[in-house]
């Protein structure tokens, strides 16, 4: 499998069941998820779409794999998103040969309906409650208010449809667990306008 740098394959191993026709439990596919993008302008960042519900979702006997290049990388109310994704270091921006502009173009191709919500400082907010699982490496989660969290290996986050920026302040890639949960925002948490 193709390594990603930092101990986590960009290519991971997804299993996936299903039921076969008398009702007993099988394994529908075994392999890695078809959208497992590898970023050319961001050297070091990965993105992978493990899967994806809809609204209402039943569980299916024989589940047909849901994610596409264009899925929207951030659930409307009622659905939700596996994502695993790999930060760089952060020094990779500030490095002579970063380009911001094929970075940029790149991040929408790859990371539809999130790329869209990032501002220059890398701060964005979804209308999802999201279950982040550090699986490699060190981030540090910064909010609106200054304050920052670093976290290892193993720690957990809920987020609460917070305005946020992941940092990594460290000098190997940190690789980071996403289920997102779309809902919809009450009217105190609500962003004002070109705060996002």
Not at 12 to 17: A, F, G, N, Q, S
Not at 63 to 91: K, M, N, Q, Y
Request: net charge negative; hydrophobic share 35%.
């Amino acid at each position: 499998m193709e390594g990603s740098g930092a101990g986590v394959p960009v290519k991971i191993r997804r299993l996936v069941t299903r039921h076969d026709s008398q009702g007993r439990s099988a394994v529908a596919s075994d392999g890695a998820p078809t959208i497992c993008s590898a970023y050319e302008h961001i050297p070091g960042m990965v993105t992978r779409l493990i899967w994806a519900t809809s609204t209402g979702e039943p569980v299916r006997s024989a589940p047909e794999d849901p994610t596409t290049p264009t899925l929207s990388h951030v659930p409307l109310p009622g659905e939700t998103r596996f994502i695993v994704a790999t930060f760089p270091p952060d020094s990779i921006f500030a490095s002579t040969s970063f380009d911001g502009a094929k970075a940029g173009e790149e991040n929408f191709r790859l990371s539809p309906g999130l790329a869209e919500l990032f501002d220059e400082a890398g701060f964005h907010q979804t209308a999802s409650i999201d279950y982040g699982i550090v699986l490699d490496g060190t981030l540090t989660l910064e909010l609106s208010d200054g304050s920052k969290s670093v976290l290892h290996p193993h720690d957990v986050i809920v987020q609460n449809g917070t305005r946020h920026a992941w940092r990594n302040e460290t000098d190997k890639p940190a690789t980071i667990a996403f289920i997102l949960i779309g809902t919809s925002r009450d009217k105190c948490n609500e962003t004002q306008s070109g705060e996002i």
